[in-house]
C-alpha cells in the first residue's frame, strides 16, 4: 500500500489497518422502516419499487445518513433482486417476507436459470449506487451487498423463510450434484453483481450469509464454504474491502475466516473477546450488539454498547448490531449508541 494512499473514510482505514480517531459504525437494515421518512415513502411505492428506481434506492439510501453521523451507506436493495434477474419470480407479501411464485425442487429446475449475464438485468443497483456517490460526503464509506449463496439458495429452495431449511438441508444431502450446479451458478453470478457494484462506486462489500448457521461444521465445510470462498477469491482483485457476515456461526467462524471477507461479522450470540482469541487479535471483527436491546430505555442501550466496546481492547472492530435493527427501534436509541461510540475514550490509544 502506497503511503500517499490515506482514505478518509474511517471504515476503510480500519480495514487497511490505519489508525481511526473513532471505531467506525453502520447499523444493518439503517434504512428502513424505524424511520418515518422511509415509512412515508412506502405508502407510495412498494419495497420493489423503491429498489428498482435508482433515485428512490438512492433517497433511502442516503435517509439514515442524513439523521445520524454514520461511518458507512449500504445501498438500498435486498439481497433477493437478484432471483429475478436469474428468472425466479418473487414478491413481498405484507407481514410475511418473501414469497416465490415457483421454488426451485428439481435438478431441472436448477438446469433453467438464467445465469448468463444476469448481472447486467440488476443495473437499477448500479446506477442508485452512482447516484448515492454523486452525494455522500467523502468521509462516508458506500457499502454494497449480495447474498451468499447458501442464504440465497435456502429462499429459492424454501420458497420463502423457513424455520428448520428442511428442504434446502435435504436437496444438498439427497441432490449433490444438483445443489454443487446451484451454488456454483449463485456463486459466480454474485461474484459479478459485486464487481459490477464496485465498478459502479461501491468501496466496501459485505457478503450476507444470514442463515448460514442453520448448517454444522461438516456441513458448511462440505457444501458451502467453497461457494462463499470462490466469491472472496473473486473479489481479491476487486480493490475494495469485503465483510462476511452470518448469525449463529460461532461453531465454524474460523471456517467462515478461512474462506475469506478482511472483516468477520458475528452476532450477539459470541463474545468478541472470545472471537478475537480464537481467530487472532489481528482479526477485524464486525459487531455485535443484540439487536433488542435497542428496544430498551436509553440506559439499556448505553450498557449493551458499553459491553462490546469494552471487549475491544485496541482490536480491530466495527461497530455494529449482531443482525438487521428491528422496526420497532426508536431512532432515538440510535443517536444514544452512535454517541456512546464516539465518547468512548480507549480508541485514542489506537492512533
Ligand atoms: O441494510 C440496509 O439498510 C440495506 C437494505 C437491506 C434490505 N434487505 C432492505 C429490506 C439489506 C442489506 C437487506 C438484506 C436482506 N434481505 C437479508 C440479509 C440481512 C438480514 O437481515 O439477515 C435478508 C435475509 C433479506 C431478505 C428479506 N428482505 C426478508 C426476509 C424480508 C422480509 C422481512 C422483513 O424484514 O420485512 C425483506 C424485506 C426488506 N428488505 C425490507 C427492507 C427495508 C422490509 C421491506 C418493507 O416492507 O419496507
Given at each position: 500500500m502506497s503511503t500517499l494512499h490515506q482514505p478518509r473514510q474511517r471504515l476503510i482505514r480500519i480495514c487497511e489497518g490505519l489508525p481511526v480517531d473513532s471505531t467506525p459504525i453502520w447499523f444493518m437494515?439503517?434504512?428502513?422502516?424505524?424511520l418515518e421518512e422511509y415509512r412515508r415513502l412506502r405508502q407510495r411505492y412498494s419495497m420493489l419499487e423503491l429498489c428498482q428506481t435508482p433515485e428512490l434506492a438512492a433517497e433511502v439510501t442516503l435517509q439514515p445518513i442524513k439523521r445520524f453521523d454514520l461511518d458507512a451507506a449500504i445501498i438500498f436493495?435486498?439481497?433477493?433482486?437478484p432471483l429475478q434477474a436469474l428468472g425466479v419470480p418473487f414478491y413481498f407479501a405484507k407481514g410475511e417476507g418473501p414469497v416465490l411464485e415457483k421454488p426451485i425442487q428439481t435438478p431441472q429446475d436448477v438446469e433453467r436459470l438464467?445465469?448468463?449475464?444476469?448481472?447486467?438485468?440488476?443495473?437499477f443497483v448500479y446506477d442508485a449506487i452512482r447516484l448515492v456517490r454523486q452525494s455522500l460526503d467523502e468521509k462516508i464509506a458506500l457499502i454494497g451487498f449480495a447474498g451468499a449463496p447458501f442464504t440465497v439458495a435456502s429462499y429459492m429452495i424454501e420458497g420463502g423463510h423457513s424455520r428448520h431449511f428442511a428442504k434446502t438441508k435435504l436437496f444438498m444431502h439427497e441432490q449433490p450434484e444438483a445443489w454443487n450446479s446451484l451454488m456454483t451458478k449463485l456463486s459466480t453470478v454474485t461474484l459479478r453483481y459485486l464487481q459490477r457494484q464496485v465498478e459502479a462506486g461501491a468501496q466496501v462489500v459485505q457478503l450476507f450469509?444470514?442463515?448460514?448457521?442453520?448448517?454444522g461444521r461438516y456441513d458448511y465445510r462440505t457444501f458451502v464454504m467453497p461457494h462463499s470462498a470462490a466469491i472472496f477469491a473473486g473479489l481479491r482483485d476487486a480493490g475494495v474491502p469485503s465483510i462476511h457476515f452470518g448469525t449463529g456461526t460461532s461453531t465454524f467462524l474460523d471456517l467462515m475466516k478461512e474462506a475469506g471477507g478482511a472483516v468477520i461479522g458475528v452476532d450477539w450470540r459470541v463474545d468478541l473477546d472470545e472471537v478475537w482469541k480464537r481467530l487472532g487479535d489481528t482479526t477485524i471483527l464486525q459487531g455485535n450488539l443484540d439487536?433488542?436491546?435497542?428496544?430498551?430505555s436509553r440506559q439499556t442501550v448505553s450498557q449493551a454498547v458499553r459491553r462490546v466496546l469494552e471487549q475491544?481492547?485496541?482490536r480491530p472492530h466495527i461497530f455494529n448490531l449482531g443482525h438487521g435493527i428491528l422496526?420497532?427501534?426508536?431512532p432515538e436509541n440510535v443517536e444514544t449508541a452512535i454517541q456512546q461510540v464516539r465518547s468512548w475514550p480507549e480508541i485514542g490509544k489506537q492512533i
Open positions: 437494515r439503517q434504512a428502513g422502516r424505524y436493495a435486498d439481497i433477493l433482486l438464467h445465469t448468463t449475464d444476469a448481472e447486467e438485468r440488476l443495473t450469509d444470514s442463515w448460514v448457521g442453520t448448517l439487536p433488542v436491546t435497542m428496544l430498551g475491544v481492547k485496541g422496526p420497532e427501534t426508536p
